[in-house]
């Protein structure tokens, strides 16, 4: 139990010690509009994954994702300096879907609404396929039970 809690402790310092070092260490040109996401550390504190989103078209996509990759070494070792753990885990930088995914909810509550939108156009003049109020007064219920007390006292 507190492993776990230990592996998330030093995850959000990863996630930070990271961001920290892009945004004042790193002066790699290819490397674009990066915003560190997620930081997920395993149990046994050896490896990180880093997730990461990049703001722009596919190429600066993968230009950030080069200019990650050839400053993993300097990230790796200012993460072992700031957080000061035995061993300093290794570094994984993964682009985050989260984008994705909501660009994909997006589209779909957009066609939601587009149905919505044709099911309420089509019943704006629609009347009911039987009577405006189908269920049955309390008369004729009254009048049920008289002709049923009728029919059983003969």
């Known amino acids: 139990m507190s492993d776990n809690a230990r592996a998330r402790k030093l ?7 990271v961001a920290e070092t892009l945004d004042r260490r790193i002066k790699d040109p290819r490397l674009g509009f990066v915003t560190i996401t997620d930081a ?6 050896r ?28 990230l790796r070792s200012e993460v072992g300096r700031q957080t000061g ?26 066609k939601a609404r587009a149905k919505d939108a044709q099911v309420r156009e ?10 405006a109020d189908p269920y049955r007064k309390p008369e004729d219920a009254a009048d049920e039970s008289d002709e049923n007390e009728g029919s059983a006292s003969e």
Not at 40 to 45: C, K
């Open 85 to 110: 753990v035995r061993f300093t885990p290794t570094l994984a930088f993964v682009p985050d879907a989260l984008p994705d995914n909501a660009r994909t909810i997006e589209d779909l509550l957009d």
């Open 40 to 45: 997920r550390v395993t149990g046994d504190l």
């Open 11 to 17: 995850a959000d310092r990863i996630q930070v010690v």
């Open 122 to 131: 089509v019943s704006t003049g629609a009347k009911y396929a039987g009577d």
């Open 47 to 74: 490896e990180a994954t880093v997730f990461y989103t990049v703001y722009g078209d596919d190429e600066e996509r993968a230009a950030s994702a080069a200019a990650l990759e050839s400053a993993k070494g300097v």
